[in-house]
């Protein structure tokens, strides 16, 4: 804090200066006058640079427009080679690219989708219907999973009048089934696993196909198989099975269990060669696991009951060995499940599943995401990280978001809010705004979390699903619109979106400068700000006091010379590609605070902040 003195004459009058450097993020939890010197509490539009300071961030704009809403937007590899964009608009499937797009299906379910990809195709999940897609020539096929679904063997080494081992359990997305049976020579009526069964697909005898009518016949309802003449005993003998008969048995709302899931995410045992579905409102807290490395294959004894059924399960995340299992707020029991993989002696897998932490549970479905190595998803008190795989441990649910908290939990809709990881940032939007995670930027945020990250906050992003795709981060609207960053366009034009300005702000806390009960005033030399160069570039200042607020006290402009860009309207000899320093040449008396804004708001302009001064004396108690 100054020492203070009174002056005899103005030349005596001490001079005090202050230093605002190493900018950083946004402080939105913390009242104006108490934030870090660091941080802003009115900072919008910006980024952080490879420094850490903050600069305006790229713009956007439209590539097409196609049927509303944008429910998925994907990225496939098929088994040809072939890689491909995929988008989910209103009740199209459309392949796409950043020139526009051609439709290919339409019989979605309008709702958000979920994909994933696996033997060179890409698997959809829209809420309704479970989708494959295949690529040949440059040529679509979207067919139901359940036309190409596997076909279990449920039971082996059945005798003619029934029984034998279960084998493997009926597929969900099958109405067909198998039973291996052994003939013994003798018997020509075989009693299949099922009755009421539909029809039979096919019979063979040792491999040979049996021809309907003039080999056997069929009884639907007591289902059994009767052969024109007996089956001749295994040739192999020792029992093995030689009768083989597929038949289809229809159990209702079999197929719906998975069809009707939006949340998909592989996992496995030293591999991700499982996966696991959820998101059906009918089963709010079952999720159901696949066979291995079969996307097609879903066991009906392969589900599992999360916690109770007062919560759904609103998604995954990965940590090392573990699959976290979030559910939604829940007054009955925990919000978090951790599930690893065991293998017993016979080579069996299973998935025993351990209560975890209670209290905070997830409030939207579309924003997890891995941060690096650091899961996060999003609750009603705002961005939790699941700190430690140990159930038993304190602290296993970290908040991440402290400085953006009373403005993100304030937010409408958070349900609908979506994530993305582009660039070592984890970017959540919700109502076109963004919140921006830094991964290289940790903080200390409060003596009971870990850190926190250093968070940006943008406007007019008005995304409703995201897609990150080698670098690029692309973005779909609810009426329809295809947006992509501006990260592929070269010079000054990456700064707009759609053609408007990109309003970016930093501003410092309303400072007292450590001393309250005394009025300062602003010198009118000695002040200035430090802007980031770019070939086109202004700066408007802006004051605010406790006596008045925002007002406009410089507006400057800072190019540099480029003959690939020349303005003859705002014409400069500069060359340098360095800092340039802006004064505020105007004097502010008598405040008891004082916050600084520099703002940028003109389209196709780059903006950066790096640091700022101001000089000042100290004058009368304040009265």
Known sequence: MPRLTTPKNIADVKRYQKSY????????????????????????????????????????????????????????VFASGAEAFLLHGGTSLYAWTDSGATQIFNAMNNARSAAFSHGGKLYLLDGAHYYVVSEADGEYTVSNVTESAFVPTTVIGAPASGGGTPFEAVN?????????MIGDGESTVFQLDSKDIESVESVKVDGVEKTATTDYTVDLEAGTVT??????????????????????????????????????????YNNDNRLFFTGNPEYPNWDFQSGLDDPTYFPDTGYTKIGADTSAIMGYLKQYDTLSIVKSNNEQDAELFLRTPEMHEDGSVIFPVKQ??????????????????????????????????????????????????????????????????????????????????????????????????????????????????????????ADGKVCKFNTDVSGMARFSDDGDPIVARWSTKADTF??????????????????????RSSVKIYIATDRQHERLIRESFMDIFDFGDIDFSRFTFNTLDTPQVKPFNTKVKKFILLQMIFENDA??????????????TIGNYVK
């Open 356 to 477: 975890g932490a209670k209290g905070v549970g997830a409030v939207s479905r579309h924003a997890f995401a891995n941060l690096r190595d650091d899961p996060l998803f999003l609750s009603r008190e705002g961005v939790f990280a699941i700190a430690s795989t140990s159930v038993g441990q304190e602290r296993v649910l970290q908040d991440r978001s402290f400085y953006v908290n009373a403005r993100l939990t304030q937010e409408s809709g958070l349900e609908n809010a979506v994530a993305v990881i582009w660039n070592g940032y984890y970017i959540l939007c919700v109502n076109g705004h963004c919140y921006v995670a830094d991964s290289r930027q940790q903080t200390g945020a409060s003596k009971t979390e870990q850190y926190s990250y250093e968070w940006y906050y943008w406007t007019n992003v008005p995304a409703r699903m995201f897609l990150e795709h080698s670098g690029a981060l692309y973005f779909g609207t």
């Open 227 to 268: 052969f024109t003449s007996a089956p001749p005993a295994s040739e192999a003998g020792g029992g093995i099975d030689n009768v083989v008969i597929e038949f289809t048995k229809t159990v209702s709302g079999y197929a719906e269990r998975i069809e009707q899931c939006t949340i998909a995410e592989f996992y496995g």
């Open 172 to 180: 969900l997305l099958s109405s067909r089934r198998i039973n291996s």
């Open 21 to 76: 450097t190493k900018f950083r993020g946004v402080d939105f939890s913390t009242d104006p006058t108490q934030v870090s010197d660091s941080r802003s509490p009115l900072c919008q539009n910006l980024i952080s640079d490879l420094a850490g300071f903050p600069e305006k961030r790229p713009g956007w704009r439209t590539l097409f427009q196609v049927s509303a809403p944008i429910n998925g937007m994907f990225f496939a």
């Open 603 to 616: 389209a196709n302009e780059g903006f950066g902040v790096y640091g700022a001064q101001v000089q000042y």
């Open 514 to 535: 450590g001393i309250f009960t005394r009025r300062k005033t602003l010198l009118k030399k000695g002040a200035g700000v430090m802007i980031k160069p770019y070939n």
